[in-house]
């Protein structure tokens, strides 16, 4: 058994938390799971080139870290399908968990301590697998199963906190008659790593912090994956062509340029015929004009009659040193403030100015959303995907 822990040499974590789950945040340990990704890949660097190793992801989070380990590795990416077993009532705690190949684990201490009746472990069971089912038959061409009969296996996901779902894909893949199995995470409780370390040949993680609190905690933007983005990265990684993203949201939107303090922000503005009413995107990162996931929701919204406003809430020059420092993304100050000079400047269209106004914030976006909002009564709705509303602090 092999594995590097939070203390590996090869590259110490960032200690993002004070002491204990309630002190502040310093930090994200990463800005997205592409980001994270990357860094997962760095310490998985010996396998680069091994013809025995496949790369499987688990659905849908961990498909984009995966992906930035296959294609580090040089190694062919697919996807293993996992289902959590929620609690009835607080699906997000982990009972046990379902994988390909019949495989089922279980957490006793979970289902005694809550005394749910067996009868409702298979309910639930019963379900997860429905759902198994549907997503191997949606990620798999005729639900064809990656080969990895004797391979190196690298099991991916996003983060860890109990373990259930990652043992139940080793417990499938150790079925499969795979060589060796190899887990690998950006972040997982140090009780995982343990566990993981046991039952795995190998485990791998960039950090363990204690106490570890929730995955998401861990990322500055933790959007969810959809099953389109599954597909996508798949077909990306193993040669099948993709689609072309659109430079705009829509046909119809027009490049802008906003006046914001002694700077020019860019952005595409969609106004359908007849709007009723128009979304303003902020994301922390600044790259809301840019976002395959903001132009596609964009260009879903204007079929619909809403017009739409993309822009980057940092220029160019800025985007180059929060790329280098990470700083300016955390400044929510000044992205509400750019946020609310473009609702300003909204106002004095006469194809914007009548419509009702939302707000869809991402990533350190959603708090800047929060933040202009307390400032501006007129806007009517606040949208936060994976964000982190949290750090708008007492403006909640």
Not at 354 to 374: E, K, R
Request: proline content about 6%; glycine content about 10%; overall charge negative.
């Amino acid at each position: 058994m092999i594995h590097h822990s939070a203390e590996s040499d090869e590259a110490p974590p960032v200690n993002t938390l004070d002491e204990g789950w309630g002190s502040p945040m310093l930090s994200p340990l990463f800005h997205d799971r592409t980001d994270a990704g990357r860094q997962l890949a760095r310490r998985l660097m010996n396998l680069a080139g091994n013809p025995d190793v496949v790369v499987l992801g688990l659905p849908r989070g961990g498909l984009p870290v995966a992906y930035e380990v296959a294609a580090a590795l040089r190694a062919p990416l697919d996807v293993f399908v996992v289902r959590k077993l929620g609690v009835p009532g607080h699906e997000e705690f982990a009972m046990g968990a379902v994988a390909t190949g019949g495989v089922r684990v279980l957490n006793p201490a979970v289902i005694s301590g809550l005394d749910i009746s067996p009868q409702l472990v298979e309910e639930v069971t019963r379900h997860e697998r429905q759902e198994l089912e549907r997503r191997t038959l949606a990620y798999h061409v005729d639900g064809v199963l990656p080969v990895i009969r004797g391979a190196t296996v690298v099991l991916v996901d996003d983060g860890i906190a109990t373990g259930a779902t990652m043992q139940a894909a080793v417990a499938a893949i150790r079925q499969m008659n795979a060589g060796a199995v190899v887990v690998a995470a950006p972040v997982m409780s140090r009780d995982a790593l343990r566990d993981l370390s046991s039952i795995s040949d190998r485990c791998e993680c960039v950090a363990a912090p204690e106490p570890f609190g929730s995955v998401g905690a861990y990322y500055a933007d933790f959007s969810q994956t959809s099953d389109a983005e599954v597909r996508r990265l798949l077909q990306a990684r193993n040669g099948s062509a993709v689609p072309a993203v659109p430079a705009t949201a829509s046909a119809n939107a027009s490049p802008v340029r906003i006046p914001a303090s002694g700077v020019e922000l860019h952005g595409d503005l969609a106004v359908p015929a007849g709007a009723k009413g128009i979304v303003v995107f902020a994301h922390g990162s600044g790259s809301s004009r840019r976002s395959p996931r903001n132009r596609q929701v964009a260009a879903s919204l204007n079929e619909r009659g809403f017009a739409t406003l993309l822009f980057d809430l940092l220029t160019e020059q800025e985007e180059h040193i929060d790329r280098v420092s990470g700083a300016l993304r955390f400044d929510v100050m000044l992205l509400a403030s750019r946020l609310a000079q473009a609702t300003e400047w909204l106002s004095r269209r006469t194809d914007t100015r009548a419509l009702p106004l939302g707000y869809f914030g991402a990533s350190t976006g959603a708090a800047a959303a929060l933040v202009a909002d307390a400032g501006d009564p007129d806007v009517g709705a606040i949208v936060s995907r994976g964000g982190r509303p949290d750090l708008a602090n007492e403006f909640l």
